[in-house]
């Protein structure tokens, strides 16, 4: 039986390195895109407060003032969710009765009160967090800035709209992650990004073949001109004001492998799609990695999901 469902793909900027005025910014996104008639709505990496691509700028030893500098901007923005950071999206998401995945960079107020997460979070129709995924690993000099996550969110909860699971940026490129979520039935399979361009957008068909789900993609399409002026080192970081930071390349594909929709590059918008949630189980009876094209007598895996923490 159909189950079709109309998607949001966001594809502008946040109001860079400003949380409160990104959480506006995002709920009118929200709001335009139930008007559209979306149920299911999908952020970028990091999209707030946005992501710090000052990493990939400055050098770690001898840029580290600069570095400083910038963290502490970005650390004052990060998301906390037990400060309820996100309860404004949470109320559109309940008003509007649509699912939200958001990338956002989470700070630990629980135990440092300073470290950073590259996270993604679930938001069912009703308002109510499903589940909350630190990165695994960061990549290269990401790690100047944020802390590696646990598996305790390595999980594919059930929404209104279906079975969904996300990974971020290069943990795609995991095989075990992606196996775990391959495992859990998964019919949505949300990967917010920084990367973009043709490699990364095969890798996005290759899962939607490999997990028979359909798979949804999207990066912040961001100019220089988007980032505020007065940001520390600014002109330093960004001397061409017409640069595009990142080209966004948001990209929805069809369980075992078909072009759905996008990408769309160099293009600040949401990408509108409808989708048939059913077509990711029917297209397994073909390939099922964690089912009958499986060799459970020959391999393996075993997931710690226990959170780890440095004191208990």
């Given at each position: 039986?159909?189950?079709n469902?109309?998607?949001?793909v966001?594809?502008?900027?946040p109001?860079?390195l400003?949380?409160?005025?990104s959480?506006?910014?995002?709920v009118s996104l929200i709001?335009q895109?139930?008007?559209?008639?979306?149920?299911?709505v999908v952020?970028p990496?990091t999209?707030?407060?946005g992501?710090p691509?000052?990493?990939?700028?400055?050098k770690?030893?001898?840029d580290m003032?600069?570095?400083d500098?910038?963290?502490?901007?970005?650390q004052?923005?990060?998301v906390?969710?037990?400060?309820?950071?996100?309860?404004?999206i949470?109320?559109?998401?309940?008003?509007n009765?649509l699912?939200i995945?958001a990338?956002?960079?989470?700070?630990d107020?629980?135990?440092?009160?300073?470290?950073l997460y590259?996270s993604?979070?679930?938001?069912d129709?009703?308002?109510?967090?499903l589940?909350n995924?630190?990165?695994?690993?960061?990549?290269?000099?990401?790690r100047?800035?944020?802390?590696?996550g646990?598996?305790s969110g390595l999980n594919?909860?059930?929404t209104?709209?279906?079975r969904i699971g996300a990974?971020?940026c290069w943990e795609?490129?995991?095989?075990?992650?992606?196996?775990?979520?391959?495992s859990?039935n998964?019919d949505?399979?949300?990967?917010p990004?920084?990367?973009?361009g043709k490699t990364?957008?095969?890798t996005?068909?290759?899962i939607?073949?490999?997990?028979?789900?359909?798979?949804?993609s999207?990066?912040?399409?961001?100019?220089?001109?988007d980032?505020?002026?007065?940001?520390?080192h600014?002109?330093e970081l960004?001397?061409?004001k017409?640069?595009w930071?990142n080209?966004g390349?948001a990209v929805?594909?069809?369980p075992f492998g078909?072009?759905?929709a996008g990408?769309?590059?160099k293009?600040?918008?949401i990408?509108f799609s409808?989708?048939?949630v059913?077509?990711s189980?029917v297209s397994?009876?073909r390939?099922d990695a964690t089912?009958?094209?499986s060799?459970?007598d020959?391999f393996?895996?075993?997931?710690?999901?226990s959170?780890?923490k440095?004191v208990?």
């Open positions: 039986m159909k189950k469902i109309k998607v949001s966001i594809q502008q900027p109001v860079y400003n949380l409160k005025e959480i506006e910014r995002a709001e895109s139930a008007k559209e008639g979306s149920k299911l952020f990496e999209w707030f407060p992501y691509e000052f990493v990939w700028r400055l770690p030893g001898a003032k600069k570095t500098d910038l963290f502490k901007i970005s004052a923005n990060s906390d969710l037990k400060k309820n950071h996100m309860k404004p949470q109320e559109a998401a309940r008003k009765e699912v995945v990338g956002h960079q989470e700070i107020s629980e135990i440092s009160g300073s470290t590259n993604c979070i679930i938001i129709a009703d308002g109510k967090i589940n995924h630190r990165k695994l690993m960061p990549t290269n000099p990401e100047m800035v944020w802390g590696f646990d598996a594919v909860v059930e209104a709209v279906g990974l971020l795609n490129y995991m095989p075990l992650a992606r196996y775990a979520m391959y859990q998964i949505i399979y949300v990967a990004t920084w990367d973009e990364w957008i095969a996005m068909q290759h939607a073949k490999e997990g028979g789900c359909w798979v949804i999207c990066a912040t399409a961001i100019q220089a001109s980032i505020p002026s007065d940001l520390p600014y002109n960004f001397p061409t017409d640069e930071v080209c390349d929805i594909y069809k078909e072009l759905h990408p769309m590059n293009e600040k918008g990408l409808e989708i048939d059913s077509l189980r397994r009876r390939f089912g009958h094209y060799r459970p020959i393996s895996l075993k997931i710690d999901k959170k780890k440095p208990i």
